[in-house]
């Protein structure tokens, strides 16, 4: 699943108006050097996000549900993959937070928070 999540959160984080992100299984999420540092943030469908940066350059490398409340999912940012050139957006979710100046695209489906899963 890949996404433009456009909540005050990810705003925040990116400095931008959205983060440019997918999903993988868990279990097909592989990091190659190091490890991650952890932040925690609250979430609105309860408990709290898991963002994921590199302690080296501080960037966000990953983000999704604490381990609270596992999701069988990892969201990685789209922009950290190694050969970026084959994301493709296939939705916007949390439009609400969308700024004025952020032209969303026309053809993706849209959902007001989060997409149903």
Not at 19 to 48: C, D, E, I, M, N
Not at 78 to 97: E, I, N
Request: some cysteine.
């Amino acid at each position: 699943m890949m996404f433009k999540c456009h909540c005050r959160d990810c705003q925040r984080v990116t400095g931008g108006g959205f983060v440019a992100g997918l999903l993988v299984p868990t279990s097909a999420f592989r990091l190659t050097k190091g490890q991650l540092r952890y932040h925690f943030t609250p979430s609105l469908a309860g408990g709290k996000h898991k963002r994921g940066f590199c302690p080296e350059c501080g960037s966000r490398l990953t983000g999704g549900q604490s381990d609270e409340r596992p999701t069988g999912f990892v969201g990685i940012t789209a922009g950290s993959l190694d050969d970026p050139s084959w994301y493709v957006p296939q939705m916007d979710f949390f439009v609400c937070d969308a700024q004025p100046w952020d032209k969303l695209e026309a053809n993706l489906p849209k959902y007001e928070q989060y997409p149903p899963m």
